[in-house]
């Protein structure tokens, strides 16, 4: 089974045609993915901004990022299912997006970015309280809140180019 015929086997799906011929599944699909996509990174993005001692300089780091944690987490997960549904229903024309490529490449270096900042920086509790981390655990922060915005514009952009009329 070729990867072409897996793209429009999953097109062809029961779930695929829900949302691309019902009235209100592409829309709603398309809601939940947005709406998940503000409380994850709505709310990773003041994690980010305290690792770049931006902003809750009073707090600790450890603190901001458990309370957050799990509302960012239900985002992401939010985003990840409608983003699935919505891949399901587009495959081949998603697959064949640029913008889709380059926004699963920044998903995938966010998630290592944020595993090699738990397994480096984030271990030495010294800096937690600190106003100003230091400078790994800023650029940990700065190159997550850069990662999350390619994201949020490839999303985009996959919008405006595999949904334009030819």
């Known amino acids: 089974m070729t990867l072409s015929t897996i793209l429009e ?18 829309p709603a699909v398309v809601a939940v993915h947005i709406l ?5 990174v709505g709310t990773l993005l003041w994690v ?26 239900a985002g992401f997960a939010m985003m990840f299912a409608s983003g ?4 399901t229903a587009f495959a081949t024309a998603a697959y064949a997006n640029v913008f889709f490529r380059m ?9 290592l970015n944020a595993v090699a900042f738990h397994r480096l920086s984030g271990r030495s509790a010294t800096w937690d309280t600190a106003p100003q981390p ?7 922060g700065l190159i997550s809140l850069v990662l ?19």
């Open 36 to 40: 998940g996509l503000m409380l994850s």
């Open 9 to 26: 086997w999953l097109e062809g799906t029961a779930l695929a045609g829900l949302i691309q011929e019902s009235l209100y599944g592409f």
């Open 103 to 111: 926004k699963i490449v920044a998903i995938v270096l966010a998630a």
């Open 84 to 87: 699935v549904v919505l891949f």
């Open 48 to 73: 980010d901004l305290r690792l770049l001692g931006l902003c809750l300089r009073t707090r600790r780091v450890a603190e901001i990022y458990r309370g957050l944690a799990p509302w960012f987490a």
């Open 134 to 140: 230091p400078a790994a655990v800023r650029i940990a």
């Open 148 to 166: 999350w915005v390619g994201v949020i514009v490839a999303g985009r952009m996959m919008s405006y180019t595999m949904f334009s009329a030819p």
